[in-house]
């Protein structure tokens, strides 16, 4: 149906656009740690929720072995955010 042919298209796109966010992120983490301590690290100091789950994952405590995929860093992301919207919902 055309409803669910406008469905899975928008899925698509925001899957493919997630995948860029966290691929960006994750570059921005990693060219901060390697600058020198004497610049400005902003993306090292960034609290949003998909910089922190990013820095999280990229911890040297982590095996590699047991670290997330992008797949699964997006899925994550998505159902904190999903949780987000549903916790500030209230029915009336």
């Known amino acids: 149906t ?10 698509r796109i925001m899957h493919r656009v997630g995948l860029e966010l966290i691929r960006e992120k994750k570059a921005g983490i990693m060219s901060a740690s390697n600058r020198e ?3 400005k690290q902003t993306d090292l100091q960034s609290r949003d929720l998909l910089t922190l789950l990013i820095k ?3 911890g040297l405590d982590i095996p590699e072995n047991q670290r997330m995929s992008e797949q699964d860093i997006l899925a994550r992301a998505c159902l904190y955010f999903l949780l987000l919207c549903l916790g500030s919902w209230v029915p009336s």
């Open 2 to 11: 055309p409803g669910s042919m406008r469905m899975a298209k928008a899925k």
């Open 37 to 39: 301590k004497t610049e």
């Open 56 to 58: 999280a994952n990229m």
